[in-house]
């Protein structure tokens, strides 16, 4: 399961829409440390106004590879995320996660191309 969702917040959901708010927080609960990796670069990236910031240490282990699998994966958790923090996420690789400014169209199609995939690509993360 991707998330812990509370019976408060479940019971919400199935009454009607549930606001961005409320979504944030269970992922934030639920998947602590794909949000702190994804927090931590939209902070760097607002601090330093640079178009974009990119992690490349891999997870701890195999439940922090999860979370950010099971986070980046979906449209609603991603989109969330895109709007709270009010960046651009891309995602190459069990680690690669980087956020943009959502001007930086250049950098952020640079990233998301073949080339920059291939070129990400190292023998110790094939089985990532």
């Not at 702190?36 to 974009?52: H, N």
């Not at 069990?94 to 990233?111: I, K």
Request: charged letters at 25%.
């Amino acid at each position: 399961m991707s998330l812990t969702v509370s019976t408060e917040l479940l019971d919400r959901a199935r009454a009607g829409e549930i606001d961005d708010a409320a979504f944030i927080a269970c992922v934030r609960d639920s998947l602590p440390y794909a949000w702190s990796v994804i927090s931590g670069l939209a902070e760097q990236r607002g601090r330093s106004g640079a178009e974009f910031a990119g992690n490349e240490v891999p997870p701890p282990d195999e439940a922090a590879r999860g979370q950010l699998l099971r986070c980046l994966a979906s449209d609603a958790m991603r989109g969330a995320l895109e709007r709270h923090f009010g960046v651009r996420l891309a995602f190459q690789n069990c680690h690669r996660v980087a956020v943009f400014h959502p001007a930086a169209t250049e950098a952020y199609d640079e990233f998301v191309t073949p080339r920059a995939q291939i070129l990400n690509q190292k023998p110790e993360l094939v089985d990532c």
